[in-house]
C-alpha cells in the first residue's frame, strides 16, 4: 500500500521532512511514497529544506545502498501557486457588495494586506485566494497537484492524508480548501485524514508590521479556526446517496499533535529563505499518526485521536514499537555509518577525486582501491559524492535540532540528580560557570537537553556536527549548514570533554559505536569497518558505479 500525504505550508513542510528521514531510517518498509508539497510562499527556507532533503533522498535510494535504508521509492510534487500582487481588491471586494463585506469582516491591515509571500497567518484571508486559484484552474492542469490526483487515481489510492497547522497561514486555509478539491476529483470513496497541527513554538520577532503573526495569539488563533471549522461546518461535504443529498464529514479521521510549553524558535521571517524553522520532536512524532492512518484497517471509520509525551526519560522508547519496530537499530546503523563516511570515507574519497598529483595521493587508501579507474573519473562520481554528504548533513542537523528544541525543563525528572546517574540543573549549571562559557541563557538550555537527552553520545554529535559546518558542495556554498551555532559547539564540545573526560576526545572514528544510544554495533569501530571495506577486490568495475559500490560496502561493513 503506498502512503499519500499532502503537507500543507511550514508545518507542512517540516512534516514531509520527517517522513522522508524515516524513509531513510526503513520507517516505511518499501512502501511508495507520494508527497505533494503546497505553499503558496515557495521562497521559504523550510519549503526549500523540505524539498532539498527529498531530492537527496531520492538521489541516494536510486543507488540502494543498503537492503534495509533507503527502500522506499519517493515520489514528490511541489505545488506553489503564485499569488496576485494586489490585496483583496483583486478579488473584488472595492466594489459593490465585496466593499461591504471586506469593511466588515477584514481589519484595514487584512485589506490592504500583499499575499505575494503566504498569509501570514491569516487564514481568512487564506481561504479567498485559494479558492480562487482553484476554481480558475482550466481542465487538462498539468501542475504538480493535477500529478498527485492523478497519481492517487491511476494507483487506486483508498486513503490521503493531509498535514498542516491550525493557527498559520497557508495549513489553516488549506485544510478546508484542498480537502474539498481532492473530494471533487478522486469522489467519496476515498478516504481523507487530516493530521492538524496545533501550537509547539513560539518565535522572537523583530519585525514591527501589525499585519505579522504574534506567536503569542496562536493558542486564541487555534481556538478560533477550529470553532469556525465546526460551527460552520467548514469540514463538511455534501454528496448523493441513493438518490438523497447527505452530509459527510471531508476528513473522516482527524489527529491532534500540539503542546502545552511551546519551544523557543530563533526567528521569524516570512518570504524569505531566512524562514528555517528548526525541526522539534513534534515533526518526528507526527510521523506515528502518519504511520497509524496509513495501517488503519478502518479509514473511512470517524475518529479523533490526540498524542501525549510520558514525562520520563528523554529517548527512543518514547515510540511505539508497535509502529516503528526497527527505528532504534536502523537509525543506529544509519548514523553509524555516516559517522564513518565524515570521519574516514569523504576526506579520502573526495581528495581521490579532486587531486590530480599522483605523488600526493601516494597514501591515499582509494588510490589502490579504485586503481583501475584512477584515469577516468566521471563527475557523477562526485555528484554521487556531494549528495550523500548533503543528505548527511541534513540529517544531522534534524537530529540535532529535534534533541535540543525542547524546553530544557519539559521533563521535570530529568533535573533530579537521581536521573540515570545525572547531574541536577543546579549542578550543571555549576559547571557551565567554572569553565567561563560564553553562552546565553537559550544556549544553556541547549546544553542542558544535550546532556539529559538518551538518543545520541553527545561529543559524538558534536564531532558530527563540526563535520557539517565546515561542509561546502560545489557551487552550494550558499545552501550549507553554516548557520548553526559555530561559537556553540566549540564551548559545548568543551564542556563536555570536560565532563566526559579525556576518552571522549578520541577520533570521531573512535566513537562510532557510541553515536547512538544503543546496544547495536558495539564492534563498528573505524578501523574495523574500512578494514571489511577494503578486505574486498580492488574496484574494477564502471567508473561511474564506484560510489554506488563503496557506500554499499560502506553499509555492509557495519552489519
Avoid at 14 to 24: D, G, I, P, Q, S
Wanted: with cysteine; hydrophobic share 40%; proline share 5%.
Amino acid at each position: 500500500m503506498s502512503v499519500y500525504l499532502v503537507c500543507l505550508g511550514g508545518s507542512g513542510s517540516k512534516v514531509l521532512e520527517a517522513v522522508t528521514h524515516m524513509a531513510a531510517m526503513g520507517q516505511w518498509e518499501n512502501e511508495e511514497l507520494h508527497l505533494l508539497l503546497v505553499d503558496v510562499d515557495g521562497g521559504n527556507g523550510n519549503y526549500e529544506r523540505a524539498k532539498n532533503v527529498a531530492e537527496c533522498y531520492q538521489s541516494i535510494q536510486s543507488l540502494q545502498p543498503d537492503y534495509h535504508l533507503f527502500r522506499s521509492p519517493l515520489h514528490l510534487y511541489c505545488w506553489s501557486p503564485a499569488m496576485p500582487e494586489d490585496n483583496l481588491s483583486s478579488l473584488g471586494a472595492e466594489v459593490g457588495n465585496g466593499a461591504l463585506l471586506g469593511y466588515h469582516f477584514f481589519t484595514k491591515n487584512e485589506r490592504n494586506m500583499s499575499v505575494v509571500d503566504g498569509f501570514k497567518g491569516h487564514p481568512n484571508l487564506g481561504v479567498l485566494f485559494m479558492q480562487q486559484i482553484l476554481d480558475s484552474r482550466k481542465a487538462g492542469n498539468d501542475d504538480a497537484l493535477e500529478q498527485f490526483v492523478n497519481a492517487a487515481r491511476d494507483n487506486q489510492a483508498d486513503r490521503i492524508l493531509l498535514a498542516g497547522s491550525c493557527y498559520g497561514g497557508t495549513g489553516a486555509s488549506c485544510i478546508p480548501i484542498i480537502g474539498t478539491y481532492l473530494r471533487k476529483q478522486l469522489g467519496s470513496g476515498i478516504a481523507l485524514g487530516l493530521l492538524a497541527i496545533l501550537p509547539s513554538f513560539a518565535f522572537f520577532k523583530t519585525s514591527k508590521d501589525p499585519i505579522d503573526p504574534r506567536s503569542e495569539e496562536f493558542n486564541h488563533r487555534v481556538k478560533t479556526v477550529l470553532n469556525t471549522y465546526i460551527e460552520q461546518k467548514v469540514l463538511k461535504y455534501r454528496t448523493q446517496q441513493d438518490g438523497k443529498t447527505v452530509e459527510l464529514d471531508l476528513y473522516e479521521k482527524i489527529y491532534l499533535i500540539g503542546s502545552y510549553k511551546p519551544s523557543p524558535f530563533p526567528q521569524y521571517a516570512p518570504g524569505s529563505s531566512l524562514q528555517k524553522n528548526p525541526a522539534t520532536f513534534f515533526d518526528w512524532f507526527a510521523c506515528a499518526a502518519i504511520k497509524e492512518y496509513c495501517t488503519n484497517q478502518n479509514p473511512k471509520q470517524p475518529d479523533v485521536y490526540t498524542a501525549y509525551i510520558q514525562q520520563a526519560r528523554w529517548g527512543w522508547h518514547m515510540f511505539d514499537r508497535g509502529s516503528f519496530p526497527t527505528l532504534h537499530q536502523y537509525a543506529a546503523k544509519l548514523m553509524t555509518v555516516f559517522g564513518l563516511f565524515i570521519a574516514e570515507i569523504y576526506p579520502a574519497m573526495n581528495d581521490w577525486l579532486n587531486t590530480t598529483s599522483r605523488r600526493r595521493l601516494k597514501d591515499n587508501p582509494f588510490k589502490f582501491y579504485f586503481e583501475d579507474i584512477q584515469d577516468h573519473k566521471p563527475p557523477l562520481l562526485q555528484v554521487h559524492l556531494n549528495q550523500f554528504t548533503k543528505y548527511s548533513t541534513y540529517l544531522i542537523h534534524w537530529f540535532f535540532q529535534i534533541i535540543t528544541t525542547l524546553p530544557d525543563d519539559y521533563f521535570p525528572a530529568l533535573q533530579n540528580a537521581s536521573y540515570a546517574g545525572s547531574l541536577s540543573q543546579t549542578e550543571l549549571d555549576e559547571r557551565m560557570d567554572a569553565l567561563h562559557l560564553d553562552l546565553n541563557d537559550a544556549e544553556k538550555a541547549t546544553l542542558r537537553m544535550l546532556y539529559y537527552q538518551k538518543f545520541f553520545s553527545v561529543p559524538a554529535m558534536l564531532h558530527m556536527l563540526r563535520f557539517c559546518q565546515q561542509t561546502h558542495f560545489q557551487g552550494e556554498e550558499e545552501s550549507t549548514s553554516t548557520e548553526e551555532y559555530p561559537t556553540f559547539l566549540d564551548d559545548a564540545y568543551r564542556f563536555f570533554t570536560n565532563l566526559f573526560g579525556k576518552d571522549e576526545e578520541k577520533s570521531l572514528g573512535v566513537l562510532l559505536p557510541k553515536i547512538v544510544n544503543a546496544p547495536f554495533y558495539s564492534n563498528a569501530f573505524s578501523d574495523r569497518l574500512m578494514g571489511n571495506i577494503f578486505a574486498d577486490e580492488v574496484y574494477s568495475g564502471p567508473a561511474s558505479d564506484a560510489v554506488r559500490i563503496l557506500l554499499k560496502r560502506a553499509f555492509q561493513s557495519v552489519d
